[in-house]
């Protein structure tokens, strides 16, 4: 008999969901809809009983979301043909075979630009790495399987990619989303690329491995970096205007791309002032802040240790340039190449499948709609005054350029709205074109927008190249 107080097993995983879901999640969805997944989840458990850590089910098999992609209804319609495709399957070789079934269903498609959810991806019967990788989780997950997206930021400072990773046979292993190589741990890219990050979203509060780069309460951002690319330790030691070592200040080691940073990871310094993290083997920007003041070192692939001085005030005006390089690729590399043959008789299944019955626009948003709440709660947001920010060059010429704008936030620079910001102490930062050797030289610099201007003319100093 159950006590007073007793709350189920799905109760319990429901609250789960809703404790560490976004804002957005919570008042858009329909209660009844995690309650629908974790009943169906649940029962995929126990009918399966696959083996992996207990902790895993919470962070990587009951979760519906997997990064932003719109939410629907696909475990309870594919959980149990899923679980029927592989029923007796060695786990690895279930990892394949579902692989191979997301390829049937869909393919990669360059500049493909639909809103779409995992079921969407499978009547267009198209989609990003992004949505394939979106797929070939939620049908692993619908299988019983822990499995997560990895995403990286190209360090030769252009695009992105997304894949898989699913835990079988006592470790994780990574695939191409709808890549069915006839192995795990198989890609034509993975050993050729300039990767300096390889981060996981996992909801909650979550402990494992690997190394962790943030948390914010309601996810943590994990980094498998040293899975796919060869890393070190890179220590940065921080000093006050006295020299003293700094202790408690917030340290971001930032990575140029896209006219942008990309934060690698975060970390506070200890009572020496001191931190030491794991990055991969390209040049990075480490920005350092307490206190009202910041600093700013280069710390280079072939470097373990660097120092800075907290000795620019944000509120006043200081500029630092760097030169920046990605990491060198190996050139031993062995490039992978897939069954051409095999994947062609996987996308004839696709093509008959779509010609019998073509995408229909209604269909796909009626899978977005169905879990939706049909009147959404207000929300009231901040209203916020605007100024507008026109960009000049010291040559004349503003074409082109890579320009970005951040402020501090807790410690740490935050990406800002591009070309109108409100009124404020700001770092802009700018870069050349790309060079032969894939070498960028980056500016950053403090500028203000006074209070009450419609527009303000800030003038940016480019780096010679």
């Known amino acids: 008999m159950c006590l007073q107080g007793c709350v189920s097993e799905q109760s319990r995983y429901v609250r789960y969901l809703h404790r560490y879901m976004s804002e957005e999640d919570e008042r858009t969805y329909k209660p009844e809809f995690w309650e629908e997944n974790v009943a169906k989840t649940l029962e995929i458990r126990d009918r399966t009983d696959r083996d992996y ?50 390829r049937k269903q869909a393919t990669y498609l360059d500049g493909w630009n639909k809103t779409q959810s995992a079921m ?96 914010n309460g309601k996810k943590t951002r994990i980094s498998n970096l040293s899975k796919y690319v060869p890393v070190k330790k890179a220590a940065v030691s921080v000093y006050d205007s006295l020299g003293r070592p700094a202790r408690g200040a917030a340290v971001q080691f930032l990575m140029y791309h896209e006219g942008g940073l990309h934060t690698l990871v975060s970390a506070t310094t200890g009572i020496r002032g001191r931190t030491v993290v794991e990055l991969g083997m390209g040049d990075v920007v480490a920005f350092a802040y307490k206190d009202g003041l910041f600093g700013l070192a280069k710390v280079s692939g072939s470097q373990d240790e660097a120092g800075l001085i907290l000795r620019h005030s944000i509120s006043g005006n200081s500029a630092a340039e760097f030169e920046l390089s990605p990491p060198q690729k190996n050139p031993e590399w062995g490039h992978v190449e897939p069954d051409i043959k095999a994947w062609r008789q996987l996308d004839s299944v696709r093509k008959a499948r779509l010609e019998a019955h073509p995408a229909d626009e209604a269909r796909v948003q009626s899978f977005i709609d169905e879990p939706r709440r049909e009147y959404l ?71 203000s927008i006074p209070d009450g201007l419609p527009e303000f003319n800030v003038p940016v100093s480019m780096p010679s190249l």
């Not at 970005?404 to 930062?429: F, M, N, Q, T």
């Open 377 to 447: 709660p207000e929300v009231s947001w901040p209203v916020m005054g605007r100024t507008r920010l026109d960009v000049n060059t010291n040559d004349g010429i503003a074409w082109g350029r890579e320009l970005s704008i951040y402020k501090v936030e807790d410690g740490s620079l935050v990406d800002v709205s591009y070309p109108y910001v409100p009124s404020g102490r700001y770092i802009a930062v700018t870069g050349t074109k790309r060079l032969e050797n894939y070498t960028y030289k980056v500016r950053l610099e403090t500028f």
């Open 120 to 215: 969407g991806t499978v009547e267009y019967g198209y989609g990003l790495c992004s949505d394939l990788t979106v797929l070939v989780i939620n049908a692993l997950r619908a299988a019983g399987f822990p499995a997560r997206e990895v995403v990286t930021t190209w360090a030769d400072y252009r695009s992105n990619h997304a894949w898989v990773e699913v835990y079988v046979n006592g470790h994780w292993a990574m695939m191409g989303g709808a890549e069915p190589f006839p192995q795990l741990d198989m890609n034509a890219w993975k050993n050729g690329r300039r990767v300096m990050c390889a981060e996981i979203d996992v909801i909650g509060d979550y402990h494992g491995p690997e190394t962790v780069l943030s948390s």
């Open 53 to 102: 850590p207990k902790k895993y089910f919470k962070y990587f098999v009951l979760p519906v979301r997997v990064s932003n992609e719109p939410l629907d209804r696909f475990r309870m319609v594919y959980a149990d043909t899923l679980c029927n495709l592989v029923k007796g399957m060695d786990p690895e070789r279930a990892a394949l075979a579902i692989n191979t079934w997301c």
